[in-house]
């Protein structure tokens, strides 16, 4: 980060939350004389005289820099201590450009940049998450507003900090700068980098994509891959104006499906069925056929189970009546069963200990699943699936069920969801951890959605053929299938 530096080395330079004060090591080390620093722990082991043991987020406004540079604090608002949180209370910058949704880091970019000269180098190491969320949008903003982005290094889930899991990214901000273009590096390593990989950039792959666009997410992308994002969230606008008002918004999956997080057993291996043939009517009457992460493939299931799941109040001597062979069965775990976290409630034996959205899953309705989180290091597609109406998502799953508003087949929803346009947005602008996609309620919810105009005869042709090849693509396997469902979406989304 030292070596990013352009400014000579006379030029006045701020670490805001020196630590022990490696940056400055550093920098000394490097020539750089002209060296400032605040930090609020006085009790750290730092051996640079001229630190200033008071909170940066207070000091004065009017201190200008040519360089800022460090490893800011990131605290969510709910972990802050009570101290910091009356000190953000009453910053006028805090006030007026965060709240409690903001993370603590936030602050140190934009007061940095306040108290950055024209031209100066604002370089910073912190988590990669905020380039993507809503509630970054107003600091991003401020940053376009105030000069350009010129270097990012991405670090995805590369071990940067002992006992830290989390994307991290190196930035460095010019201020009053306008450049067109980044220059963006992805980390190819999984371990820590050397000295030596960051110094060379060895260990990099090198793309040049264009500065980002106030209002917009930050999208680590190409002009090509960022286009084809935009278009999709324009063609899913485009039509949400054409059927509804002209003041709606772009539609989203959530806003025509249900969303639901499958159902917790708390010890899978005591409910899982595998011999149905011993049972009696009772027991059989008794399980309901589930998939969980690793039954599914895209568009369809592979493999799937039988659980052992059961609602009655029922006393244990009739529980053992009724259900002998899942009671010699539970018995056997009766230790561990007993353990499992109950959410609050009193939990027999033999009941699941979570089973969420059940209400939803006994809906009589085919339905989609999708893993809740998913790698996506060596796959370029999601694993949404199809499946039955008697089939039930496990706690590693997450399922997609039409709201009664949504005229499309769910066929269409199923082949729409696992298209490659779907997989870019989801890759740049889901809840994206290191190479890990999460698919909880919220970042499925809030997936782009295209209606089709019903009165509009091409749409509803195409509608109607995505969910005839999807169909005979779930049954079939046919991969012909799949470049006729990719025609159609395209026809109807960039056509
Ligand atoms: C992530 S550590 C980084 C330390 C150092 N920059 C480094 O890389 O080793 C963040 C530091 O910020 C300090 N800190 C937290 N709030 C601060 C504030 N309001 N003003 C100055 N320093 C603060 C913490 O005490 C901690 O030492």
């Given at each position: 980060?030292?070596?990013?530096?352009?400014?000579?080395?006379?030029?006045?330079?701020?670490?805001?939350?020196?630590?022990?004060?490696?940056?400055?090591?550093?920098?000394?080390?490097?020539?750089?004389?002209?060296?400032?620093?605040?930090?609020?722990?006085?009790?750290?082991?730092?051996?640079?005289?001229?630190?200033?043991?008071?909170?940066?987020?207070?000091?004065?406004?009017?201190?200008?820099?040519?360089?800022?540079?460090?490893?800011?604090?990131?605290?969510?608002?709910?972990?802050?201590?009570?101290?910091?949180?009356?000190?953000?209370?009453?910053?006028?910058?805090?006030?007026?450009?965060?709240?409690?949704?903001?993370?603590?880091?936030?602050?140190f970019i934009l007061k940095s940049i306040e108290?950055?000269?024209?031209?100066?180098?604002?370089?910073?190491?912190?988590?990669?998450?905020?380039?993507?969320?809503?509630?970054?949008?107003?600091?991003?903003?401020?940053?376009?507003?105030?000069?350009?982005?010129?270097?990012?290094?991405?670090?995805?889930?590369?071990?940067?900090?002992?006992?830290?899991?989390?994307?991290?990214?190196?930035?460095?901000?010019?201020?009053?700068?306008?450049?067109?273009?980044?220059?963006?590096?992805?980390?190819?390593?999984?371990?820590?980098?050397?000295?030596?990989?960051?110094?060379?950039?060895?260990?990099?792959?090198?793309?040049?994509?264009?500065?980002?666009?106030?209002?917009?997410?930050?999208?680590?992308?190409?002009?090509?891959?960022?286009?084809?994002?935009?278009?999709?969230?324009?063609?899913?606008?485009?039509?949400?104006?054409?059927?509804?008002?002209?003041?709606?918004?772009?539609?989203?999956?959530?806003?025509?499906?249900?969303?639901?997080?499958?159902?917790?057993?708390?010890?899978?291996?005591?409910?899982?069925?595998?011999?149905?043939?011993?049972?009696?009517?009772?027991?059989?009457?008794?399980?309901?056929?589930?998939?969980?992460?690793?039954?599914?493939?895209?568009?369809?299931?592979?493999?799937?189970?039988?659980?052992?799941?059961?609602?009655?109040?029922?006393?244990?001597?009739?529980?053992?009546?009724?259900?002998?062979?899942?009671?010699?069965?539970?018995?056997?775990?009766?230790?561990?069963?007993?353990?499992?976290?109950?959410?609050?409630?009193?939990?027999?034996?033999?009941?699941?200990?979570?089973p969420r959205n059940e209400t939803l899953f006994?809906?009589?309705?085919?339905?989609?699943?999708?893993?809740?989180?998913?790698?996506?290091?060596?796959?370029?597609?999601?694993?949404?699936?199809?499946?039955?109406?008697?089939?039930?998502?496990?706690?590693?799953?997450?399922?997609?069920?039409?709201?009664?508003?949504?005229?499309?087949?769910?066929?269409?929803?199923?082949?729409?969801?696992?298209?490659?346009?779907?997989?870019?947005?989801?890759?740049?602008?889901?809840?994206?951890?290191?190479?890990?996609?999460?698919?909880?309620?919220?970042?499925?919810?809030?997936?782009?959605?295209?209606?089709?105009?019903?009165?509009?005869?091409?749409?509803?042709?195409?509608?109607?053929?995505?969910?005839?090849?999807?169909?005979?693509?779930?049954?079939?396997?046919?991969?012909?299938?799949?470049?006729?469902?990719?025609?159609?979406?395209?026809?109807?989304?960039?056509?």
């Open positions: 980060m030292v070596a990013l530096i352009t400014h000579d080395r006379s030029s006045n330079i701020l670490e805001p939350s020196c630590g022990e004060g490696v940056f400055l090591t550093s920098l000394k080390e490097q020539g750089y004389n002209n060296l400032n620093a605040y930090e609020i722990d006085s009790s750290l082991n730092n051996s640079h005289h001229f630190v200033r043991y008071e909170s940066f987020v207070s000091a004065p406004i009017n201190e200008k820099y040519d360089v800022i540079i460090g490893n800011p604090p990131y605290i969510r608002w709910k972990n802050l201590e009570e101290e910091l949180k009356e000190e953000l209370e009453v910053s006028p910058l805090w006030k007026r450009y965060f709240n409690s949704l903001c993370d603590y880091f936030f602050i108290q950055l000269n024209d031209n100066g180098e604002l370089i910073f190491i912190c988590p990669e998450y905020w380039m993507n969320t809503t509630h970054s949008r107003t600091l991003r903003d401020y940053m376009l507003n105030n000069g350009a982005v010129t270097e990012i290094y991405l670090f995805k889930e590369a071990p940067l900090f002992e006992g830290v899991i989390s994307s991290f990214v190196i930035f460095k901000y010019i201020k009053s700068q306008r450049t067109e273009q980044i220059s963006f590096y992805k980390y190819l390593k999984k371990s820590k980098p050397t000295k030596e990989d960051l110094i060379g950039k060895t260990c990099f792959e090198r793309q040049d994509i264009p500065q980002f666009v106030i209002g917009e997410r930050w999208i680590l992308a190409n002009t090509e891959k960022r286009c084809s994002i935009v278009s999709l969230e324009k063609a899913c606008e485009k039509q949400a104006l054409l059927l509804f008002d002209s003041d709606a918004n772009m539609c989203r999956i959530g806003d025509f499906c249900d969303i639901g997080n499958g159902m917790v057993s708390g010890l899978d291996k005591a409910f899982c069925v595998t011999d149905t043939s011993v049972l009696n009517e009772d027991e059989k009457a008794a399980l309901i056929h589930v998939y969980k992460a690793k039954d599914l493939q895209q568009y369809y299931n592979i493999t799937d189970s039988y659980y052992f799941f059961l609602r009655d109040n029922i006393s244990e001597s009739a529980f053992r009546r009724r259900y002998p062979h899942i009671y010699t069965k539970l018995c056997s775990y009766r230790e561990d069963l007993l353990k499992r976290y109950s959410y609050g409630r009193n939990l027999q034996m033999w009941e699941f200990a979570f006994k809906k009589e309705q085919e339905r989609i699943f999708v893993p809740c989180k998913e790698r996506i290091s060596h796959k370029q597609y999601f694993r949404f699936a199809i499946a039955d109406s008697t089939t039930y998502p496990l706690q590693d799953v997450t399922a997609i069920l039409k709201k009664q508003n949504c005229k499309e087949s769910i066929y269409y929803i199923l082949a729409y969801l696992n298209s490659g346009m779907v997989f870019e947005w989801l890759k740049y602008n889901g809840i994206v951890k290191g190479e890990i996609v999460e698919f909880s309620e919220t970042p499925l919810a809030s997936i782009p959605y295209r209606c089709i105009n019903w009165d509009d005869e091409r749409e509803v042709g195409c509608h109607n053929n995505i969910v005839k090849y999807t169909q005979q693509y779930v049954k079939t396997k046919d991969i012909q299938n799949l470049s006729f469902i990719e025609a159609n979406l395209n026809t109807l989304f960039y056509e």
